[in-house]
T-cell receptor, first 116, second 111 residues
Framework: GAVVSQHPSRVICKSGTSVKIECRSL??????MFWYRQFPKQSLMLMATSNEGSKATYEQGVEKDKFLINHASLTLSTLTVTSAHPEDSSFYIC????????????FGPGTRLTVL | GENVEQHPSTLSVQEGDSAVIKCTYS??????FPWYKQELGKGPQLIIDIRSNVGEKKDQRIAVTLNKTAKHFSLHITETQPEDSAVYFCAASNTGNQFYFGTGTSLTVIP
C-alpha cells in the first residue's frame, strides 16, 4: 500500500498560539511531501513542497514564516502554523510521493484546524 | 503554467446509471493525469490514473480516457452506487511532481 497519516485529525486553538501538524508515510519512504490547504467546497491549494533534508519551497503568497515546514526524515514532515488567527482556520492536507521520478501523490486524511 | 478545467461542478445520477466527468488541460508537457475521490471531511483518495502514452485505462467500474491532441481526459463510472457519491478531482502533472487540480465535481448518486 501507500498509506499517509496525519495527526491530529482535528485541532482547536486560541488566536495567537502555534499548532503543529504531523504527516507520516507509514509504509514507504517519501522523498517529497506536499502541504495543501482546502477551503469548504473548493479545490486543493498547494502551499509548499518539501524534500527531505532541505528547505521547503513555498508557493507564491504563502508566508514561510507563518507556515513552518520541516521534513526531517523520509517518513515525517511537519507543518507549524505560528501565531494562528481565525483566518488560518481551514482543512490542511499533506501528500507524499514514493521517490524521485515517481509522481503519484498519496494523500493523508487531513487536519481540520479551527482558530478561535 | 498549467490550467486544468473540470466539468460539471455538480452531477446527479440515478443509481445504476453512468457518470462522466471531463477535464481539460493547457500544458502539452503534462503527461500524468490522476483522479481522486474525496469524501466529506477526508483526504483525497487516488482511484485511477493514466499516463500520456496510454489512451484508456479501466479498473472494474471506473475508466479514464485521454485525448492528448485535444488535451482532455475523462472519468467514467458505470453502474453507479450510492457509495460513489463524493467530490471527484482531476489533476495534471508534468512529472515535476507538482499537481494542478481541477475545481472538483460533486457527484450524487440517487438510490
Amino acid at each position: 500500500g501507500a498509506v499517509v497519516s496525519q495527526h491530529p485529525s482535528r485541532v482547536i486553538c486560541k488566536s495567537g498560539t502555534s499548532v503543529k501538524i504531523e504527516c507520516r508515510s507509514l509504509d514507504f519512504q517519501a522523498t517529497t511531501m506536499f502541504w495543501y490547504r482546502q477551503f469548504p467546497k473548493q479545490s486543493l491549494m498547494l502551499m509548499a513542497t518539501s524534500n527531505e533534508g532541505s528547505k521547503a519551497t513555498y508557493e507564491q503568497g504563502v508566508e514561510k514564516d507563518k507556515f513552518l515546514i520541516n521534513h526531517a526524515s523520509l517518513t515525517l514532515s511537519t507543518l507549524t502554523v505560528t501565531s494562528a488567527h481565525p483566518e488560518d482556520s481551514s482543512f490542511y492536507i499533506c501528500s507524499a510521493t514514493r521517490g524521485l521520478g515517481t509522481d503519484t501523490q498519496y494523500f493523508g486524511p487531513g487536519t481540520r484546524l479551527t482558530v478561535l | 503554467g498549467e490550467n486544468v478545467e473540470q466539468h460539471p461542478s455538480t452531477l446527479s445520477v440515478q443509481e445504476g446509471d453512468s457518470a462522466v466527468i471531463k477535464c481539460t488541460y493547457s500544458d502539452s508537457a503534462s503527461n500524468y493525469f490522476p483522479w481522486y475521490k474525496q469524501e466529506l471531511g477526508k483526504g483525497p483518495q487516488l482511484i485511477i490514473d493514466i499516463r500520456s502514452n496510454v489512451g484508456e485505462k479501466k479498473d472494474q467500474r471506473i475508466a479514464v480516457t485521454l485525448n492528448k491532441t485535444a488535451k482532455h481526459f475523462s472519468l467514467h463510472i458505470t453502474e453507479t452506487q450510492p457509495e460513489d457519491s463524493a467530490v471527484y478531482f482531476c489533476a495534471a502533472s508534468n512529472t515535476g511532481n507538482q499537481f494542478y487540480f481541477g475545481t472538483g465535481t460533486s457527484l450524487t448518486v440517487i438510490p
